[in-house]
């Protein structure tokens, strides 16, 4: 039979019978439960106000519309990523934000289709009474 070393946090629960072959001991765990606040070695920044995000996009080149729409769209989420994991440089997330916004842009100026294109090759001159 294997000797099973118990840990101190281990209380033996001997309510169990114990069989003939060999005695079987249940262990019970206890849980502790501490009240140890776990410190993150990054601290969540997020801008004083509004007008602080705004001088920050004119000093990089862009519109206070795209400025406003930044800070509204963290604001609501509670300056979060993910819905979980805070923001700890909003410089950085506001950069990020800058470059989808430029590639977003280029995409939409790319799959424009032209006005006067007809991709479905139809007439303007429809018989809605024909059948099909």
Same mark, same amino acid.
């Given at each position: +039979?294997?000797?099973? *070393? #118990? ?9 169990y019978? %114990?069989? @003939?072959? =060999?005695? $079987?001991q249940?262990? $019970?765990? %206890?849980?502790? /439960?501490?009240?140890? /606040?776990? !410190?993150?070695?990054? &601290?969540? #920044?997020?801008? &004083?106000? @509004?007008? $602080? $995000?705004?001088?920050?996009? &004119? ?5 206070? !519309?795209?400025a ?6 963290? @604001? ?12 700890? *440089? ?7 934000? +800058? %470059?989808? =916004? *430029?590639? +977003? ?12 294109? *007809?991709?479905?090759? #139809?007439?303007?001159? &429809?018989?809605?009474g @024909?059948?099909?």
């Amino acid at each position: +039979m294997f000797k099973f *070393d #118990t840990h101190p946090d281990q209380k033996i629960d001997r309510t169990y019978p %114990i069989s @003939e072959q =060999a005695p $079987v001991q249940k262990l $019970v765990f %206890i849980i502790k /439960h501490k009240s140890k /606040h776990i !410190i993150n070695s990054f &601290k969540q #920044t997020c801008p &004083k106000n @509004e007008q $602080v $995000v705004i001088a920050y996009f &004119k000093s990089e080149k862009r519109s206070t !519309i795209e400025a406003k729409k930044f800070f509204n769209f963290y @604001e609501s989420i509670g300056w979060k990523l993910n819905g979980k994991n805070p923001i700890t *440089d909003w410089k950085a997330c506001a950069r990020n934000w +800058m %470059i989808k =916004a *430029d590639e +977003m842009k280029n995409y939409q100026r790319s799959s424009e289709p032209s006005q006067n294109r *007809d991709n479905l090759r #139809t007439s303007r001159n &429809k018989n809605y009474g @024909e059948p099909l």
